[in-house]
């Protein structure tokens, strides 16, 4: 067990190095730099103008370096101003030391955002707390209703509790969230005007019913329907199982076959379904954040993409990648933990 | 401005879609008249929800078709008093009825939304069907093979699949990168895959017999390298095959988003298939690996894989709408669904002006559910042989 983790440790790591690289070279593309320093210069600045700046910050240092630098195996170095001699700061809003140093994401230091004017590690954390707080509640709403109706359909396969339950299923997982935060939005917040189109009010004035509702509701409609029909057919084929035949046939009630045998061996399947959820999640938090306003990790995501904010880019895919492979390390070892059958190798 | 009202709505749409309904009512009837014969479809229309679903998607199939037909207007046509009209609103001048309204710039939404449904029907199964090929090609070998190959090969395919898809997007499909030649390097690396695949299937079964092989090859390679080159160099010498650059850009990162995905399935496939009886039968034979990858093992997964790609056009359709709703890649004009629902569901549009984000919207989805019953029905008959 031990070795097993060890080496998918070993492999995460060696994954975040890859993409940090593949994520490193575009958004150091030659568009998405000159983009980047028409941004900062924030003038009618000539080629020339563009190309001095981009060659005065570094930008045009050789690649790998560059990426050392980020990754914090080679010394980051600071900017001379030529004509006083003295350290120029890159940016007003990031500090820099004096000096030569190793400072990379290995030292703790993800850079500076420069759509934000602010170091990326004072913006990240907020905003995945804020995120945290949107995942919590929608796990909260997700998982008892969708392995509550995966288990009431998958109890009795092919009765109509069953179809129903299955086409409700079926349409929910034809959902993206843009389209039910659409119809919900029209709904709730136009016609019948009894929740807040926006979430922005959460993060400033208090989470609120009326408020936080929307989101919540608009991204576990998606996940619902494929973790319920996950867990009907894993409740349906437990039903067939012959442990389940031996219980019925010693006489006991229905409800009692269903809620002491069936269930928990029911709910192994799911677990791993549910976990593997979450990076799904991450696509859904970046759709859902965007469309009610609220100011967590999917719009910081977005927000950094769109204006080529090299680190913050850099450091949300490295977050969005960790969260990735963490659950799917959990998901494999909670499998065999809850499974005994299963044996990690 | 007059309106037709809600009856108005309801009977000048059905009317609209007429050839939609003579299309649907001749493929019924010969359905019904060939049922016996038509194995698969035929028995799709055993089950409500199969019916159900070969409808929605025949529904839009023939809509993108017909799409010069039922549109009244071209999607890209501005009629000033029609901003922001309400559904089934008359215009004045001309008597024109805009069944489902006007958007904000003044276009018809009934229009955009049949437009909408040809680039989506275009992108969406096209982009699976290369993504499939791409998948096979790979996942065959890495199942099969298993070791180094598969050790590689699935690296790669889990650093794809850890990348969050909107962050992939991003950094994939953007004006910027339009400039340098990443789109086409990775075009011309991935539409390579079905030429190679195809060859590959003609010369592993009639190595034995060239005056089959022949001209397999040569159809493949003439029609393959048609295709390829007006898509990836833009120099198709009779003009008929050619494509924007952004929407070139689109297609390569949806299908370099969904290959990983149909890789896991065809390997899981393969490492299963492997152990059968007539792969060894094929092994002792002494046939090329290659020969029982494809002719062997392939034919056998079909099952699965014919659920799994209808299920995936409907994702795709889902990853199309996505880029579109960020606006990335697709022209501000666009009629397709994604960017209309971004047009429409700005907070202050869709308080006002709901169906404007509405009606892209149930269109995506309606497409989708009908996929998705499609591979539900699909997926039960096979478990029934």
Same mark, same amino acid.
């Given at each position: 067990?031990?070795?097993?983790?060890?080496?998918?440790?070993?492999?995460?790591?060696?994954?975040?190095?890859?993409?940090?690289?593949?994520?490193?070279?575009?958004?150091? /593309?030659?568009?998405?730099?000159?983009?980047?320093?028409?941004?900062?210069?924030?003038?009618?600045?000539?080629?020339?103008?563009?190309?001095?700046?981009?060659?005065?910050?570094?930008? =045009?240092?050789?690649?790998?370096?560059?990426?050392?630098?980020?990754?914090?195996?080679?010394?980051?170095?600071?900017?001379?101003?030529?004509?006083?001699?003295?350290?120029?700061?890159?940016?007003?809003?990031?500090?820099?030391?004096?000096?030569?140093?190793?400072?990379?994401?290995?030292?703790?230091?993800?850079?500076?955002?420069?759509?934000?004017?602010?170091?990326?590690?004072?913006?990240?954390?907020?905003?995945?707390?804020?995120?945290?707080? /949107?995942?919590?509640?929608?796990?909260?709403?997700?998982?008892?209703?969708?392995?509550?109706?995966?288990?009431?359909? +998958?109890?009795?396969?092919?009765?109509?509790?069953?179809?129903?339950?299955?086409?409700?299923?079926?349409?929910?997982?034809?959902?993206?969230?843009?389209?039910?935060?659409?119809?919900?939005?029209?709904?709730?917040?136009?016609?019948?005007?009894?929740?807040? +189109?926006?979430?922005?009010?959460?993060?400033?004035?208090?989470?609120?019913?009326?408020?936080?509702? /929307?989101?919540?509701?608009?991204?576990?409609?998606?996940?619902?329907?494929?973790?319920?029909?996950?867990?009907?057919?894993?409740?349906?084929?437990?039903?067939?199982?012959?442990?389940?035949?031996?219980?019925?046939?010693?006489?006991?009630?229905?409800?009692?076959?269903?809620?002491?045998?069936?269930?928990?061996?029911?709910?192994?399947?799911?677990?791993?379904?549910?976990?593997?959820?979450?990076?799904?999640?991450?696509?859904?938090?970046?759709?859902?954040?965007?469309?009610?306003?609220?100011?967590?990790?999917?719009?910081?995501?977005?927000?950094?993409?769109?204006?080529?904010?090299?680190?913050?880019?850099?450091?949300?895919?490295?977050?969005?990648?960790?969260?990735?492979?963490?659950?799917?390390?959990?998901?494999?070892?909670?499998?065999?933990?809850?499974?005994? =059958?299963?044996?990690?190798? | 401005?007059?309106?037709?009202?809600?009856?108005?709505?309801?009977?000048?749409?059905?009317?609209?879609?007429?050839?939609?309904?003579?299309?649907?009512?001749?493929?019924?009837?010969?359905?019904?008249?060939?049922?016996?014969?038509?194995?698969?479809?035929?028995?799709?229309?055993?089950?409500?929800?199969?019916?159900?679903?070969?409808?929605?998607?025949?529904?839009?199939?023939?809509?993108?078709?017909?799409?010069?037909?039922?549109?009244?207007?071209?999607?890209?046509?501005?009629?000033?008093?029609?901003?922001?009209?309400?559904?089934?609103?008359?215009?004045?001048?001309?008597?024109?009825?805009?069944?489902?309204?006007?958007?904000?710039?003044?276009?018809?939404?009934?229009? =955009?939304?049949?437009?909408?449904?040809?680039?989506?029907?275009?992108?969406?199964?096209?982009?699976?069907?290369?993504?499939?090929?791409?998948?096979?090609?790979?996942?065959?070998?890495?199942?099969?093979?298993?070791?180094?190959?598969?050790?590689?090969?699935?690296?790669?395919?889990?650093?794809?699949?850890?990348?969050?898809?909107?962050?992939?997007?991003?950094?994939?499909?953007?004006?910027?990168?339009?400039?340098?030649?990443?789109?086409?390097?990775?075009?011309?690396?991935?539409?390579?895959?079905?030429?190679?695949?195809?060859?590959?299937?003609?010369?592993?079964?009639?190595?034995?017999?060239?005056?089959?092989?022949?001209?397999?090859?040569?159809?493949?390679?003439?029609? +393959?390298?048609?295709?390829?080159?007006?898509?990836?160099?833009?120099?198709?010498?009779?003009?008929?095959?050619?494509?924007?650059?952004?929407? /070139?850009?689109?297609?390569?990162?949806?299908?370099?988003?969904?290959?990983? +995905?149909?890789?896991?399935?065809?390997?899981?496939?393969?490492?299963?298939?492997?152990?059968?009886?007539?792969?060894?039968?094929?092994?002792?034979?002494?046939?090329?690996?290659?020969?029982?990858?494809?002719?062997?093992?392939?034919?056998?997964?079909?099952?699965?894989?014919?659920?799994?790609?209808?299920?995936?056009?409907?994702?795709?359709?889902?990853?199309?709408?996505?880029?579109?709703?960020?606006?990335?890649?697709?022209?501000?004009?666009?009629?397709?669904?994604?960017?209309?629902?971004?047009?429409?569901?700005?907070?202050?549009?869709? =308080?006002?002006?709901?169906?404007?984000?509405?009606?892209?919207?149930?269109?995506?989805?309606?497409?989708?559910?009908?996929?998705?019953?499609?591979?539900?029905?699909?997926?039960?008959?096979?478990?029934?042989?």
């Amino acid at each position: 067990m031990i070795a097993f983790i060890t080496r998918r440790v070993g492999v995460i790591l060696l994954t975040m190095l890859c993409l940090s690289f593949v994520v490193f070279f575009f958004v150091n /593309l030659d568009p998405n730099l000159r983009k980047l320093a028409i941004f900062q210069t924030e003038m009618r600045a000539t080629d020339q103008d563009l190309e001095s700046w981009l060659q005065r910050n570094g930008y =045009r240092d050789n690649f790998f370096l560059r990426f050392g630098r980020w990754v914090g195996v080679w010394p980051k170095e600071p900017v001379i101003d030529e004509a006083t001699g003295q350290v120029a700061q890159r940016s007003r809003f990031c500090n820099e030391p004096p000096e030569a140093r190793f400072s990379g994401v290995i030292q703790g230091d993800f850079g500076c955002s420069t759509a934000f004017r602010t170091p990326v590690s004072m913006r990240l954390p907020e905003a995945l707390r804020a995120t945290g707080i /949107l995942m919590f509640w929608v796990t909260i709403v997700m998982v008892p209703v969708s392995l509550l109706i995966g288990v009431l359909a +998958g109890m009795r396969e092919g009765s109509k509790l069953d179809r129903g339950l299955s086409v409700g299923s079926i349409v929910s997982t034809a959902t993206p969230e843009y389209v039910s935060g659409i119809i919900f939005t029209a709904v709730f917040a136009s016609w019948l005007g009894v929740l807040n +189109g926006s979430a922005a009010t959460a993060l400033t004035k208090g989470f609120t019913f009326s408020n936080f509702t /929307l989101p919540v509701m608009t991204m576990a409609i998606y996940g619902t329907g494929y973790i319920a029909r996950m867990t009907r057919a894993s409740m349906a084929e437990v039903m067939t199982a012959q442990y389940i035949r031996t219980a019925r046939l010693k006489g006991l009630g229905f409800g009692k076959i269903v809620l002491k045998h069936a269930l928990r061996n029911a709910l192994i399947a799911p677990f791993t379904v549910i976990m593997l959820q979450f990076p799904w999640m991450l696509t859904g938090v970046v759709v859902v954040e965007s469309i009610f306003n609220y100011k967590g990790f999917g719009w910081l995501l977005v927000q950094a993409a769109s204006n080529n904010d090299i680190d913050l880019v850099l450091a949300c895919g490295l977050i969005s990648v960790v969260l990735v492979l963490l659950t799917q390390l959990i998901s494999d070892v909670g499998y065999a933990f809850l499974n005994p =059958r299963i044996r990690v190798s | 401005m007059e309106s037709v009202g809600i009856f108005g709505i309801i009977i000048g749409g059905l009317a609209r879609f007429w050839p939609v309904w003579i299309a649907l009512v001749v493929l019924i009837a010969c359905v019904v008249k060939w049922k016996r014969k038509l194995g698969l479809l035929g028995h799709l229309f055993d089950s409500m929800i199969g019916i159900a679903g070969v409808l929605i998607c025949c529904f839009w199939l023939f809509t993108a078709i017909f799409a010069d037909i039922i549109a009244p207007l071209d999607p890209r046509v501005q009629v000033s008093i029609m901003k922001n009209a309400i559904p089934g609103a008359v215009n004045p001048e001309t008597g024109m009825v805009f069944l489902l309204g006007g958007d904000q710039l003044a276009r018809d939404v009934f229009s =955009r939304m049949v437009y909408g449904a040809r680039i989506v029907l275009t992108i969406a199964p096209a982009a699976t069907l290369i993504a499939l090929l791409v998948g096979i090609t790979l996942g065959l070998p890495a199942g099969y093979f298993g070791r180094r190959v598969d050790q590689v090969l699935s690296f790669l395919a889990n650093l794809v699949l850890a990348f969050p898809v909107i962050l992939l997007f991003y950094l994939l499909v953007t004006p910027g990168i339009m400039e340098t030649a990443i789109p086409y390097a990775m075009a011309g690396v991935l539409f390579l895959v079905p030429i190679v695949f195809f060859c590959t299937l003609f010369y592993t079964r009639f190595t034995a017999r060239p005056e089959k092989l022949y001209p397999y090859l040569a159809v493949t390679l003439i029609l +393959g390298s048609w295709i390829y080159a007006g898509l990836v160099f833009d120099a198709d010498p009779l003009g008929i095959v050619s494509i924007e650059p952004n929407e /070139l850009n689109i297609f390569v990162a949806v299908v370099f988003a969904s290959s990983p +995905g149909v890789f896991r399935i065809v390997r899981g496939l393969a490492m299963d298939i492997k152990t059968r009886d007539y792969v060894a039968a094929a092994q002792t034979r002494g046939e090329r690996p290659w020969y029982i990858m494809l002719w062997e093992m392939l034919p056998n997964a079909r099952g699965p894989l014919i659920v799994d790609t209808c299920l995936r056009i409907g994702y795709t359709t889902i990853l199309l709408g996505t880029l579109g709703f960020f606006g990335l890649g697709m022209g501000p004009e666009s009629p397709d669904w994604g960017t209309a629902i971004k047009d429409g569901s700005q907070v202050a549009q869709l =308080r006002l002006y709901f169906w404007q984000g509405l009606t892209p919207a149930l269109a995506l989805m309606s497409l989708v559910l009908g996929l998705n019953l499609l591979a539900d029905s699909m997926r039960e008959q096979s478990l029934k042989d």
